[in-house]
């Protein structure tokens, strides 16, 4: 090897070297041409070829070594298990940035550094991305609304965040957590399962909450992919990192795993089918709109996850999912807190069958409260987790 790493080439008939495996093909050939062999002539030919053809296999062996390597570490920053810092370090290096460009004056990055470190000592959200009462916004408007909708219905109230700059590209997951634990510390039912979160914890303490999960025994498999550390990380989470994190605390759930289209173009109608069910049981009658007790659903597919609030029924019997996306601002969101009647802002909310096309969705579904007994015999059984799939 040369300095710089260079992989070199030695001709075995003159020592000359070659950067490069054809080069040294052609130099050889040469040599073939230009010299007379004696009688073992064919021998050494038969020799040469064996040699060049070892030469290329190890360098084709390198090569594909080299590209593994890329590609993996390509898929560590992908899903923020490169070392490069989490939630703290990013949070204070954009914003370092937004000083450098003019967008944040000076006093504005330590106040804001002030309180993030408050609040991560506490470990809760600094609520710098929450909406709420959005759901009561629905209602009313729904309740006005002499168009098309049939019937519709709505997760208990749920109060919406969206990524910051300490999140933004990776944060959905954690997101999507704090809405639904923002439904369940509405229900007395999640009282005593929730007792030491009486606020919303932050992403710091969430990644530290299923790393506890993973300890009690929860989805040692999954655990496994992340090297069981989250916090400090930029690790995206996912539906299996949700279950056993309710799970740990007692909160009954399952995963629902849409695992291929079930209707034309790629569409899933029953995944609209389902959560129809989910909210529409125990709610049936003939009111217009239903403002249930039920919990959100979380609600995955590959690279992104978001929240589903409720469920329109048109009246020519079409089905409309209503969704939280984390990716959506605030300044978004307040739109919805001024509804116009003509419902335009709902279209951040709306997603028609036709609209959700990914190959595979998983859902996460609350429902209701686990015995200690039962806590138990989940983590036992998410040692070789599986979810239901919907064939």
């Known amino acids: 090897d040369t300095e710089g790493g260079e992989q070199l080439y030695e001709c075995?008939?003159?020592?000359?070297?070659?950067?490069n495996?054809?080069?040294?093909?052609?130099?050889?050939?040469?040599?073939?041409?230009?010299?007379?062999?004696?009688?073992?002539?064919?021998v050494r030919d038969l020799e040469l070829a064996q040699w060049l053809q070892i030469e290329e296999d190890k360098w084709q062996r390198e090569e594909e070594e080299k590209q593994e390597r890329e590609e993996f570490k390509k898929l560590q920053r992908q899903y923020g298990l490169d070392n490069s810092g989490g939630y703290r370090q990013q949070f204070l290096k954009n914003m370092e940035r937004e000083v450098d460009r003019g967008r944040m004056q000076?006093?504005?990055?330590?106040?804001?550094?002030?309180?993030?470190?408050?609040?991560?000592?506490?470990?809760?959200?600094?609520?710098?991305?929450?909406?709420?009462?959005v759901i009561e916004?629905?209602?009313?408007?729904?309740?006005?609304?002499?168009?098309?909708?049939?019937?519709?219905?709505?997760?208990?109230?749920?109060?919406?965040?969206?990524?910051?700059?300490?999140?933004?590209?990776?944060?959905?997951?954690?997101?999507?957590?704090?809405?639904?634990?923002?439904?369940?510390?509405?229900?007395?039912?999640?009282?005593?399962?929730l007792r030491g979160t009486t606020l919303i914890p932050s992403i710091p303490k969430i990644q530290s909450m299923i790393e506890d999960a993973w300890r009690e025994g929860f989805d040692p498999h999954g655990a496994s992919h992340f090297n069981n550390r989250l916090h400090g990380s930029?690790?995206?989470?996912?539906?299996?990192?949700?279950?056993?994190?309710?799970t740990s605390l007692r909160i009954k759930c399952q995963i629902i795993d849409f695992h291929k289209p079930t209707g034309p173009v790629g569409t899933h109608p029953r995944l609209f089918e389902w959560v129809l069910r989910y909210y529409s049981t125990d709610n049936e009658g003939g009111a217009k709109v239903v403002c249930t007790s039920?919990?959100?659903?979380?609600?995955?597919?590959?690279?992104?996850?978001?929240?589903?609030?409720?469920?329109?029924?048109?009246?020519?019997k079409t089905l409309c999912l209503l969704l939280f996306d984390p990716g959506c601002s605030s300044q978004e969101m307040q739109?919805?807190?001024?509804?116009?009647?003509?419902?335009t802002s709902l279209k951040l909310l709306r997603?028609?069958?036709?609209?959700?096309?990914?190959?595979?969705?998983?859902?996460?579904?609350?429902?209701?409260?686990?015995?200690?007994?039962e806590k138990a015999a989940r983590c036992h059984a998410s040692r070789v987790l599986t979810s239901e799939k919907i064939p």
């Open 12 to 19: 075995p008939m003159c020592s000359l070297t070659c950067t």
């Open 21 to 42: 495996i054809q080069i040294l093909e052609e130099h050889v050939d040469l040599h073939l041409e230009e010299h007379s062999f004696s009688e073992g002539g064919n």
């Open 106 to 133: 000076p006093f504005e990055y330590h106040k804001r550094k002030a309180d993030l470190m408050e609040c991560l000592a506490f470990g809760i959200d600094d609520g710098k991305t929450k909406t709420s009462e």
């Open 137 to 193: 916004a629905l209602c009313k408007y729904y309740q006005n609304e002499n168009k098309d909708v049939r019937h519709v219905w709505l997760s208990r109230g749920v109060d919406h965040f969206h990524s910051s700059l300490g999140d933004r590209g990776w944060g959905c997951g954690y997101r999507n957590f704090q809405m639904l634990v923002s439904s369940l510390l509405q229900n007395s039912l999640y009282n005593d399962c």
């Open 234 to 246: 930029k690790a995206w989470i996912g539906a299996c990192e949700i279950y056993s994190l309710l």
């Open 294 to 316: 039920k919990p959100p659903i979380y609600l995955q597919h590959q690279g992104h996850s978001r929240t589903v609030v409720g469920i329109e029924e048109k009246k020519n």
């Open 335 to 343: 739109k919805l807190l001024k509804q116009t009647s003509d419902g």
């Open 351 to 373: 997603k028609f069958v036709g609209s959700l096309k990914e190959k595979q969705y998983q859902i996460v579904a609350v429902d209701g409260v686990l015995s200690l007994e």
